[in-house]
Nanobody, 124 residues
């Protein structure tokens, strides 16, 4: 399974971006009962959990600092997971990665498949 993250860019504080994570390859095997998550990593910091969605049930999970500002969603027909980011802050700036795995968790080692990352810059 390959994950392709896209949608990053430069946005001013308070602005919005939508990230996409598209899966290709053996998607039927991976996405049938899978968690798809977004992580982010800022320079000099560890990779941190942002949000996740359980593919089958649609249950969503958020890190506290993004809850209410970010929304994770999925499009089953397109094998794509989205991260809608609103009210962006400078602290949200990072490389954002999507990941997939069989179990929910907030640490990177839980996830077996990773996309390449997309850069989000929040600056005026």
């Amino acid at each position: 399974v390959q994950l392709q993250a896209s949608g990053g860019g430069l946005v001013q504080p308070g602005g919005s971006l939508r990230l996409s994570c598209e899966a290709s390859g053996s998607t039927g095997r991976i996405f049938s009962s899978t968690i798809v998550a977004w992580f982010r990593q800022a320079p000099g910091k560890e990779r941190e959990f942002v949000a996740a969605i359980r593919w089958g049930s649609g249950n969503r999970y958020y890190e506290d600092s993004v809850r209410g500002r970010f929304t994770i969603s999925k499009n089953s027909a397109e094998n794509t997971v989205y991260l809608e980011m609103n009210s962006l802050k400078p602290d949200d700036a990072a490389v954002y990665y999507c990941a997939a795995g069989a179990h929910y968790g907030t640490t990177p080692n839980v996830y077996s498949y990773w996309g390449q990352g997309t850069l989000v810059t929040v600056s005026s």
